[in-house]
């Protein structure tokens, strides 16, 4: 297999904007997306990924779109022109006020996300198990010309091994399965023999009761040629102990504040993947 230079996998502490900094703007909206996008060129924005009815790619965490939006119903139940007629900014609320309701705050495609902006780096995170979500996916990517500035990321194996098979130089997370692993043999002494995960390792510190981040997994990690972010980060304090640890970037949802506490934070020169074994 061949290698492949990318942007994340260069030196440096990354603020990932988690769901786009869901404290600052409506989550996986295009005002989230693009307010995060102007406070760093450096910045890296998650996006979660789900399927409509009428395979159409758009920005949500939840099946269920009524946490989010003054709609109803669940995403890969409803099609796209329905989705489209929600308010995603309904729900997202600052000291007692609404500022978004009724300000055309929608829900975006996948492919508006990536034509409005061109050069940012983001986590594509992707939700649900439809067959050719994947597939679809990744016909994105490569219509965008974006392989070079994504990572994508899913808990679910099968969307990441078929990405992985059909381009095997683009740059993935982790999937459940492999950190599941990854942890349980490092328990025992035995993570050396732990499979390499594709580039990026998106993990929280803890699960649970169970404490799943520890200095020996960022270097045994580092030591592979990974990167280790931690998921979700919301307090500053956090942030200056992980990085101090070896973690070489924090997912949180208010991207500003983290942005100015770490404002030496990166170094732009790209990495090599290592070729997948």
């Given at each position: 297999?061949?290698?492949?230079?990318?942007?994340?996998?260069?030196?440096?502490?990354?603020?990932?904007?988690?769901?786009?900094?869901?404290?600052?703007?409506?989550?996986?909206?295009?005002?989230?997306?693009?307010?995060?996008?102007?406070?760093?060129?450096?910045?890296?924005?998650?996006?979660?990924?789900?399927?409509?009815?009428?395979?159409?790619?758009?920005?949500?965490?939840?099946?269920?779109?009524?946490?989010?939006?003054?709609?109803?119903?669940?995403?890969?139940?409803?099609?796209?022109?329905?989705?489209?007629?929600?308010?995603?900014?309904?729900?997202?609320?600052?000291?007692?006020?609404?500022?978004?309701?009724?300000?055309?705050?929608?829900?975006?495609?996948?492919?508006?996300?990536?034509?409005?902006?061109?050069?940012?780096?983001?986590?594509?995170?992707?939700?649900?198990?439809?067959?050719?979500?994947?597939?679809?996916?990744?016909?994105?990517?490569?219509?965008?010309?974006?392989?070079?500035?994504?990572?994508?990321?899913?808990?679910?194996?099968?969307?990441?091994?078929?990405?992985?098979?059909?381009?095997?130089?683009?740059?993935?997370?982790?999937?459940?399965?492999?950190?599941?692993?990854?942890?349980?043999?490092?328990?025992?002494?035995?993570?050396?023999?732990?499979?390499?995960?594709?580039?990026?390792?998106?993990?929280?510190?803890?699960?649970?009761?169970?404490?799943?981040?520890?200095?020996?997994?960022?270097?045994?990690?580092?030591a592979r040629g990974e990167r280790v972010w931690v998921w979700v980060v919301e307090q500053l304090a956090d942030s200056h102990r992980l990085r101090a640890m070896g973690v070489d970037g924090v997912f949180t949802p208010s991207p500003t504040a983290f942005l100015q506490a770490h404002d030496d934070h990166l170094t732009?020169?790209?990495?090599?993947?290592?070729?997948?074994?």
């Amino acid at each position: 297999m061949g290698f492949a230079k990318h942007a994340l996998l260069g030196d440096g502490f990354r603020i990932v904007a988690y769901r786009g900094g869901a404290d600052e703007r409506p989550e996986n909206t295009l005002a989230a997306f693009e307010h995060a996008a102007s406070l760093s060129k450096s910045i890296v924005i998650e996006l979660d990924v789900r399927r409509t009815l009428d395979g159409v790619l758009v920005a949500m965490h939840d099946d269920d779109v009524s946490r989010t939006t003054d709609g109803a119903g669940k995403v890969s139940e409803l099609d796209h022109d329905t989705l489209r007629s929600f308010d995603a900014g309904y729900r997202f609320e600052k000291s007692g006020q609404f500022p978004y309701r009724g300000c055309g705050v929608g829900i975006p495609t996948v492919s508006e996300v990536l034509a409005r902006l061109p050069e940012q780096l983001l986590v594509l995170d992707v939700h649900g198990e439809h067959p050719s979500i994947a597939h679809d996916l990744a016909r994105l990517v490569e219509q965008h010309g974006a392989a070079a500035r994504v990572v994508i990321a899913s808990e679910l194996t099968n969307v990441v091994h078929r990405t992985r098979r059909a381009h095997p130089d683009w740059l993935l997370s982790a999937t459940a399965g492999q950190l599941r692993a990854r942890v349980l043999l490092e328990r025992i002494h035995l993570d050396t023999l732990a499979p390499r995960t594709g580039g990026i390792v998106m993990i929280p510190e803890v699960h649970g009761s169970l404490r799943v981040l520890t200095p020996r997994f960022v270097a045994h990690a580092h030591a592979r040629g990974e990167r280790v972010w931690v998921w979700v980060v919301e307090q500053l304090a956090d942030s200056h102990r992980l990085r101090a640890m070896g973690v070489d970037g924090v997912f949180t949802p208010s991207p500003t504040a983290f942005l100015q506490a770490h404002d030496d934070h990166l170094t732009t020169a790209p990495a090599v993947i290592p070729p997948f074994p």
